[in-house]
């Protein structure tokens, strides 16, 4: 859980940038767990940690929350329908999770009058690019704190 929550600190960062690039990395780290332990995180705590990650982010109060409770729920269902998964389905579901949370929460955030697709594009591909490295992550955290 924690891990998340360091994700979500990490759009405080002074990063100077033309074009938003910067991955939900508290998001990613959430799906990540979800998808490499499904135990260690229950669908509930999408609620708190999306609050967090909007009071630090700037996003419209209780989007995260939302959207990530909803993706949380989706991979409970998920988990029922399919039997087993390997990781090229864990990316692909991640994935999409991440550009329906991206593109969902641009709704929330502004108008659709705006210009922002492109760079939304972008921030998508950044973000499934950088998911098996959270995945490679959550799983060495994991080992780590399994030998204790």
């Known amino acids: 859980m924690a ?8 759009t405080i960062l002074p990063v100077i940038a033309t074009i938003p690039f910067l991955p939900p990395f508290g998001l990613i780290a959430l799906l990540a767990w979800r998808l490499y332990r ?7 705590a999408a609620a708190p940690l999306g609050l967090f990650d909007d009071l630090v982010s700037g996003q419209p109060l209780g989007s995260s929350m939302l959207l990530w409770s909803l993706c ?17 389905q864990d990316w692909l579901i991640a994935t999409g999770a991440i550009a329906l949370c991206l593109s969902l929460g641009r709704v929330f955030a502004g108008t659709l009058a705006a210009h922002v697709d492109g760079p939304l594009l972008i921030q998508i591909a950044l973000s499934g ?19 204790r």
């Open 3 to 10: 891990t998340v929550l360091v994700g979500s600190l990490m």
């Open 38 to 44: 499904s135990n260690t995180l229950p669908a509930w």
């Open 72 to 88: 949380l729920i989706a991979l409970d269902v998920l988990d029922t329908r399919l039997v087993q998964r390997d990781f090229w």
């Open 129 to 147: 690019l950088i998911f098996p490295a959270m995945t490679r992550l959550c799983a060495w955290l994991y080992r780590r704190s399994a030998r």
